[in-house]
């Protein structure tokens, strides 16, 4: 079992930056893929970033450049760091672990989540 408590959630301008946090336990945090999704009201869960066990990240398309996806196998932590903030970011953000290995952008890749925690971008 992995148990994953993600923080930093919080109301933002537009412009502006956050990092959101995900505390993982339960597992060799090294081992595991560590992936943001996020979800929007009456939308569907959607792939964010993720940081591979052997280092390697990827993006949404449309977030690359905004969103830096990092971790610190020390602290068993992976952040999110969020830039330029838009009003259409505002989602609950889930983290998730995989212990599969490949793309890991769909959410059936992943067997943990987190609770969420809730970003609003207001214009």
């Known amino acids: 079992q992995v148990q994953l408590v993600e923080s930093g959630g919080t109301l933002v301008q537009a412009g502006g930056s956050l990092r959101l946090s995900c505390a993982a336990s339960?597992?060799?945090?090294?081992?595991?893929?560590m992936g943001w999704f996020r979800q929007a009201p009456g939308k569907e869960r959607e792939f964010v970033a993720v940081?591979?066990?052997?280092?390697?990240?990827s993006y949404a398309v449309s977030l690359k450049g905004r969103f830096t996806i990092s971790r610190d196998n020390a602290k068993n932590t992976v952040y999110l760091q969020m830039n330029s903030l838009k009003p259409e970011d505002t989602a609950v953000y889930y983290c998730?672990?995989?212990?599969?290995?490949?793309?890991?952008?769909?959410?059936?890749?992943?067997?943990?989540w987190g609770q969420g925690t809730q970003v609003t971008v207001s214009s």
């Open positions: 339960g597992r060799t945090f090294s081992s595991l893929g």
């Open positions: 940081s591979k066990s052997g280092g390697t990240t």
């Open positions: 998730s672990a995989s212990e599969k290995y490949g793309l890991l952008s769909r959410s059936y890749d992943y067997a943990y």
